[in-house]
Nanobody, 127 residues
Framework: QVLLVESGGGLVQAGGSLRLSCVAS????????MGWFRQAPGKEREFVGS????????DYADSVKGRFTISRDNAKNTAYLQMDSLKPEDTAIYYC????????????????????WGRGTQVTVAS
């Protein structure tokens, strides 16, 4: 059973930084495209960013572009979300997700693209 576990969340002041990690197990990590999503209180879960299997292609939501950076270390089965210049509106539960399918027309920005999800880690940005 594929398992994704996020960590690194917490409370930070506006303008600060956090780095989230997503450790994957029971899979060949390099076979999986990875995504990060977030869900703020009272809102739907939304796309944050994604990274290709080899790490060469990244994509970001406009709301985080230039502030967040996604990376991965396939040798450590880990994906990262570096979050800088955090704003109160970044407060949310952050989830990582994994997708192994090569042949799909569903965008990596869409939740349904991903087969596996972590349980999330809370990020709170104080103003």
């Amino acid at each position: 059973q594929v398992l994704l576990v996020e960590s690194g969340g917490g409370l930070v002041q506006a303008g600060g930084s956090l780095r989230l990690s997503c450790v994957a197990s029971e899979l060949t990590f390099s076979d999986y495209y990875m995504g990060w999503f977030r869900q703020a209180p009272g809102k739907e879960r939304e796309f944050v960013g994604s990274i290709s299997r080899g790490g060469g292609i990244t994509d970001y939501a406009d709301s985080v572009k230039g502030r967040f950076t996604i990376s991965r270390d396939n040798a450590k089965n880990t994906a990262y979300l570096q979050m800088d210049s955090l704003k109160p509106e970044d407060t949310a539960i952050y989830y990582c997700a994994a997708d192994r399918r090569y042949a799909s027309t569903i965008s990596y920005r869409t939740e349904s693209r991903y087969n596996y999800w972590g349980r999330g880690t809370q990020v709170t940005v104080a103003s």
